[in-house]
C-alpha cells in the first residue's frame, strides 16, 4: 500500500500529540482515585468505585458537602477528568485552589486539567508551582514538556523529558512523550528511536504501541507500522488499530484543500 503524507497537515488537522502526549504524561484513571480518597469518609472509602460515572455522583456528593474539602475536591476532580469533563473538572479544581492556596496536589491536578482543555500557558504556570527544582516530580516535568511541545517550544520540552528520564530512566510515558515532541518538528528517525526505546518496556502502554506504529508509517513503511499496531492483540481490537493507523495516515491527503476537520482524539484516552 502506497502511503503519500502531508506531514504540516496531519498535524494541523489533529490533536493527536496533545492527547495521546497528554494521556501519558498524566494519568487519571479510577485506580489512582483511590490515592486521594482513602481519608474521605472511613469503611466506604475502601470500596472506591471503578465506574467513572459513579464515581463522578459519588465523589461530587462529597464535594457539594463542602467545597473547601481539599481531598473531596481532588477525588472530584480525577473522576470529573476520568469521565471526560474535563472542563468542569478545571472548573472544581481552580475554585478549590482558591481556598486551598498552595496545595501541591491539588495544584497538579488543576494544572492537567488545564492542559487537557487545551490551556497550555496557564497550565505550565500552574504546574510550575505544584513541584520545586529542589524536590521535581517527574511526572509533572513530563506533563510541562507536553504543554510546551504544544506551545512549538520543543527544544525546551525536551530538556523536561530530559529531566523526568533522569528521576525515571526508561520511563515509557516520558520516552513516549519524547518521540513525539520529535514528531511534531519532523524529526521521524529521532522519533522512532525514542518510542522503540518506550515499546520495548514491559511497562507500555497501547498508546506507545499506536504511536510507534504512526511515526513507523509516517515513514512510508505501511506494512511495517500494521504489524506494530495489531500484533498480540484480539481480532476486533487490531484491526481497530489498523483501520485508525490507515486514517490518520490518508487523512492529510483525503482533505488537501478541504474544510478544516475536527481534531480527531487519540485511540485510547488518558487512563
Known amino acids: ?11 494541523a488537522s489533529t490533536s493527536l500529540v496533545a492527547a495521546v ?18 481519608s ?11 465506574d467513572p460515572a459513579r464515581a463522578v455522583e459519588v465523589y461530587g456528593e462529597r464535594y ?10 481532588l477525588a472530584y476532580g480525577q473522576a470529573l477528568r476520568a469521565n471526560g469533563q474535563r472542563a468542569q ?8 485552589t482558591i481556598a486551598n492556596p498552595g496545595n501541591k496536589a491539588l ?26 527544582p529542589d524536590n521535581p516530580d517527574w511526572r509533572l516535568l513530563s506533563v510541562q514538556g507536553t504543554a510546551l511541545d504544544q506551545m512549538g517550544r520543543h527544544g525546551e520540552a525536551r530538556s523536561y523529558y530530559a529531566s523526568a528520564l533522569k528521576i525515571a530512566p526508561g520511563d515509557p510515558g516520558v520516552l513516549s512523550n519524547l518521540g ?28 506507545v504501541r499506536q504511536n510507534l506504529g504512526l511515526v513507523v508509517g509516517l515513514q512510508g513503511r505501511f506494512a511495517e507500522a ?37 481534531p480527531v482524539a487519540a485511540l485510547n484516552q488518558p487512563d
Do not use: W
Request: hydrophobic share 40%; aromatic share 6%; charged share 25%.
Open 180 to 207: 513525539l515532541s520529535y514528531m511534531l518538528s519532523k524529526d521521524l528517525p529521532k522519533a522512532e528511536e525514542a518510542l522503540r526505546q518506550a515499546y520495548a518496556s514491559p511497562r507500555a502502554s497501547s498508546r
Open 64 to 73: 457539594r458537602a463542602n467545597p473547601r474539602d481539599a481531598e473531596a475536591a
Open 21 to 38: 502526549a497528554m494521556g501519558l504524561g498524566g494519568c487519571t484513571g479510577m485506580s489512582k482515585l483511590s490515592d486521594v480518597t482513602g
Open 89 to 96: 473538572a478545571a472548573a472544581v479544581l481552580e475554585q478549590a
Open 1 to 11: 500500500m502506497r502511503q503519500r503524507f502531508s506531514f504540516a497537515r496531519l498535524l
Open 107 to 132: 495544584l497538579a491536578q488543576y494544572g492537567r486539567a488545564l492542559a487537557d482543555n487545551g490551556n497550555f500557558q496557564q497550565a505550565y504556570d500552574v504546574l510550575s508551582k505544584a513541584h520545586s
Open 40 to 50: 474521605l469518609g472511613g469503611p466506604r472509602a475502601e470500596a472506591a468505585p471503578t
Open 226 to 262: 500494521e504489524t506494530i499496531v495489531k500484533a498480540d492483540l484480539p481480532p476486533d481490537q487490531a484491526a481497530a488499530n489498523v483501520a485508525y493507523l490507515k486514517d490518520m495516515l490518508s487523512r492529510s491527503d483525503h482533505h488537501r484543500g478541504g474544510p478544516k476537520r475536527t
